[in-house]
C-alpha cells in the first residue's frame, strides 16, 4: 500500500557572519520548511533568502516562531503567561508573511520552536495560546503539534487543521513526549537507528519508547533536523528509504 507523508525541517537559523546548516541543498529534498522567525534565530535578510528558496523547490512554507532567546537558541524554557505566548507567535507570524507576500507565496503552516514547543506539547494553556494565535492570524494555516500532545487538543478546540509531527532523530518517554536534550540518549546519532524508527512510525503508526514500551502514534509530518553536519546526507538516505517503501513526500498542505 502506498503512503503519503510530509518530511519538514527547521530552517532558516543563520544570523549575520554565522551559518548554520545547508539550508539551500535540504529544501530541495523535504516537502515543508520551518522558517525562524528572529527571535529565538535567523534575521531579515536569512528569512527572505529562505522564502525564496522555499518557493522555488515548491516546498511549503511555515512561521517558526521561538522564545526571544538568541543566546540559548530558544531551548531554554521562560516563565510567560498564554497573553505573552500569544503576543510573541503574533510577531514572528507577521514577519515572516511579510517576505512571503513580497514573494508573492502563500504560508502553509506554524511550528513552535525549541522550549515552547515543548511546553505547549504539555501545557494545554500555552498550546491553546497558540493555537489561538494561528486562527486569529489566519484559520487556514496548519499547526504543527507534537503527536498526541496538548497542541493537537488545542488545534482541535479552536477549530484549525493540525499536522500530528513526529521526530526522525529524537528518542520519546513512555508519556509519548521527547526525551529532554539535557539527558544523553535525547538524540539518536545513528542513521539506520533513525531510519528504522521513522518507518516504524510511518507504517506501523508505533514507536518505541525509551523503556522498550510501545506507543501509538498518529503521523503526517516527519521532523528532520537541518543543523547537524550529517543532516543532508541523513534526508538524502530518508528519502532514499522511502522510495523503497513505496512512501511519497508531499507537503502536508496538499493532503490535510
Known amino acids: 500500500m502506498s503512503l503519503t507523508i510530509d518530511l519538514n525541517s527547521d530552517l532558516g537559523e543563520s544570523f549575520g557572519a554565522y551559518k548554520i546548516g545547508r ?50 537558541f530558544g531551548r531554554r524554557a521562560l516563565t510567560v503567561t498564554p497573553e505573552e505566548v500569544y503576543q510573541m507567535v503574533l510577531y514572528q507570524i507577521g514577519a515572516l508573511h511579510g517576505f512571503c507576500r513580497v514573494e508573492n507565496v502563500e504560508m502553509q503552516h506554524v511550528k513552535a520552536h525549541g522550549a515552547l514547543y515543548n511546553m505547549a506539547a504539555k501545557d494545554f494553556s500555552i498550546a491553546r495560546a497558540i493555537a489561538r494565535t494561528v486562527k486569529d492570524f489566519d484559520p487556514d494555516l496548519i499547526l504543527f503539534g507534537l ?58 503508526n508505533k514507536v518505541t519508547a525509551v523503556d522498550g514500551s510501545q506507543i501509538e502514534i498518529k503521523v503526517d509530518t516527519v521532523c528532520v533536523h537541518g543543523d547537524s553536519p550529517s543532516a543532508l546526507q541523513f534526508v538524502e538516505a530518508l528519502r532514499d528509504r522511502f522510495k523503497e517503501e513505496s512512501i511519497t513526500v508531499q507537503k502536508v498542505g496538499a493532503s490535510l
Not at 535540504?26 to 515543508?32: E, Q, T
Not at 526525551?179 to 528504522?196: Q, W
Request: hydrophobic residues 35%; charged residues 25%.
Open 147 to 204: 503527536a498526541n500532545s496538548e497542541l493537537i487538543n488545542a488545534a482541535e478546540e479552536v477549530g484549525i487543521r493540525s499536522a500530528s509531527e513526529v521526530f526522525a532523530d529524537r528518542t520519546y518517554q513512555p508519556d509519548g513526549t521527547l526525551t529532554p536534550r539535557s539527558e544523553e540518549n535525547a538524540v539518536i546519532h545513528d542513521e539506520e537507528t533513525a531510519i528504522k524508527q521513522v518507518l516504524s512510525m510511518v507504517q506501523d
Open 23 to 72: 539550508d539551500e541543498d535540504v529544501l530541495k529534498i523535504v516537502s515543508s520548511a520551518n522558517v525562524a522567525c528572529g527571535y529565538h534565530a535567523g534575521d531579515p535578510s536569512i528569512m527572505q533568502k529562505t522564502v525564496k528558496w522555499a518557493k522555488e523547490n515548491n516546498v511549503g512554507i511555515g512561521a517558526h516562531p521561538g522564545f526571544p532567546d538568541m543566546m540559548g
